[in-house]
Structure formats: structure tokens, C-alpha cells
């Protein structure tokens, strides 16, 4: 871990018993930005990399829901990836930008105080996609949640006209020219080889994300008789009302506390 992360630097906490650091660390030759949240302990601890939606400041990592999960009792890497608030590099949407997911994992993995056999990654909206790619490379990874979470590219393109615009200057062109590009933004063809266990959490009126991604990832997790769980909510949206978010949260952390690597 101390070779990946070339500053640490700690910033006031809203949780007493929690430290929350800026950190920033090595990937694939960048200096990329993001938060650590470590729970005062004596004991390992779980850890979990919480992979943000959106792009650029639109999703950004919330200080607030960071906090959330590590109160739960995790350790908590929340990448914000490349290219934003002083970080080298440029975003480009489940691109090369993948790698800042998969090294803070990797920091995850080598953390003194996680349990290396209870490594999770949780994503939301833009961040499911980030989460399937880490699992897919990292059998480590004991658990995954996409919450609300984008899983196919080519829909996403299909379903936002409103970031079509964003999504070919970030991409390059359209899926019809350059269908490969958004191929390898889209993992669902490679579930093969996740060993990760499974939870699908999203709403029925997502307008952001439809849960069309949620059904055609539980369909190719079934496909390939993976371990998967689905927790659907017919009246919720992008955004669950607060008071349910948190109890729904507090729900996949347990979840995730039992999902141990042998």
C-alpha cells in the first residue's frame, strides 16, 4: 500500500470515531485523488471500495455517504477517478479509468487494518460497471453490489439521449461506429469468471438508470450460475428516500459482512 500512496493527507471527520483521509495514489503512472475512511479499531475490519457514479463533478463522492458505510464498520476507498479535483489525467467513463478502481482495491487488499478475506466493491449508477470490472480482475474480492448501477453500455447510450453528446466525446463516437469501445466498457459477456458474490439493489422508476442493467445483469449471472441476490424496490427512483437508503444500507452492509473469500 505505501508504495501506491504518495500522500495521505487527514482532514476533519464528522464521525469521531472514524479518520478520514485525502489521499493520493499511483495509477497506471497518474496521480489520482481520492478519499480513505478508516474506523478507529483495534481489530481487522472489512473493507469496501465505493466507486462513485457520474463524471466529472456531477456524482461526485459525497463526504456524507462515505461516512455512511464506514460506520458500518468498513474501511472505506472511495476513488474520485482521474482527472478530477487535481488529479493527472483524463475520466473516459469505464475506460482506462477502470485502473483507478482496480489500485484501490489493491490498497484495499495490502491495508493493515482490512481483512483481506472481506474485500467488497460497491457501485453506483456509473460506478456498477467500475464494480464488475474490479471483481472480474480481482478473485480477492468477496463481494459485490451494484446499486442502481449501469451494466451496459450500448443501453445507456440507447436510454440518455442527454449525455450522448458527452458519451462520444468521451468514447469517441457512437456504438454503431466504434461498437468494440463500448464492448469493453460492457462485461456482461465475461460474468464467466467473477467469483464474486452478488447483490443487485435498484428501483423500478430509475429514470437515470433503468433497471433494464439490473435485469440483463441478473440474467447473465444466472446464465453462468453465479451467486446472485436482488433486492428490486417498485417505487423508488435514481435517488431512495433518505430514511430508506439508510436502512437499506445498513441491510447490504450485513449482507456483505457474510460474504467472506475462503
Given at each position: 500500500?505505501?508504495?501506491r500512496i504518495i500522500h ?8 469521531p ?16 485523488k481520492?478519499y480513505l475512511a478508516?474506523?478507529v479499531?483495534s481489530?481487522p475490519?472489512?473493507g469496501l471500495v465505493?466507486?462513485r457514479?457520474?463524471?466529472?463533478n ?11 458505510w464506514?460506520s458500518e464498520g468498513?474501511?472505506?476507498?472511495a ?6 479535483k487535481?488529479?493527472?489525467g483524463?475520466?473516459d ?5 477502470r485502473?483507478?478502481?482496480n489500485?484501490a482495491?489493491?490498497?484495499l487488499?495490502?491495508h ?7 474485500v ?5 449508477s456509473?460506478g456498477?460497471?467500475m464494480?464488475l ?12 453490489i451494484s446499486?442502481n448501477g449501469?451494466t451496459?453500455m450500448?443501453?445507456t447510450?440507447?436510454e ?39 447483490l ?6 430509475d429514470?437515470?438508470?433503468s433497471i433494464e442493467?439490473?435485469?440483463r445483469?441478473?440474467r447473465?449471472?444466472?446464465e453462468?450460475s453465479k451467486?446472485v ?6 417505487t423508488y427512483?435514481?435517488h431512495?428516500?433518505p430514511?430508506?437508503q439508510?436502512?437499506?444500507l ?11 473469500r475462503?
Open positions: 500500500m505505501q508504495n495521505k493527507q487527514k482532514i476533519p471527520s464528522p464521525h470515531a472514524i479518520e478520514l483521509f485525502l489521499i493520493t495514489y499511483w495509477s497506471e503512472g497518474l496521480k489520482v481520492g478508516e474506523p479499531s481489530h475490519l472489512p465505493y466507486l457514479g457520474g463524471i466529472k456531477v456524482g461526485m463522492v459525497r463526504i456524507q455517504r462515505l461516512i455512511q464506514a468498513f474501511v472505506v476507498i476513488p474520485f477517478y482521474r482527472g478530477n487535481g488529479g493527472e483524463q475520466e467513463f469505464a475506460g482506462r479509468d485502473e483507478d478502481a489500485t482495491c489493491e490498497i487488499l495490502q493493515p487494518s482490512v481483512n483481506p478475506k472481506s467488497h466493491v460497491l457501485g453506483f456509473r456498477g460497471v464494480a470490472l474490479v471483481a472480474l480482475k480481482h478473485k480477492e474480492v468477496a463481494s459485490l446499486w449501469v451496459d450500448f443501453l447510450y440507447e440518455r439521449v442527454d449525455l450522448r453528446r458527452m458519451m462520444k466525446r468521451v468514447i469517441g463516437g457512437t456504438p454503431n461506429k466504434f461498437p468494440d469501445r463500448y464492448r469493453f466498457r460492457t462485461p456482461l459477456d465475461q460474468l464467466c469468471s467473477i467469483q464474486s458474490s452478488v443487485i439493489i435498484h428501483g423500478a422508476k429514470q437515470h438508470v442493467h439490473a435485469y445483469l441478473e447473465a449471472l444466472i453462468q451467486d441476490h436482488t433486492w428490486y424496490y417498485s427512483d435514481h431512495f428516500p430514511k430508506r439508510q436502512q437499506i445498513q441491510q447490504a452492509a450485513q449482507w456483505m459482512k457474510q460474504q467472506v475462503e
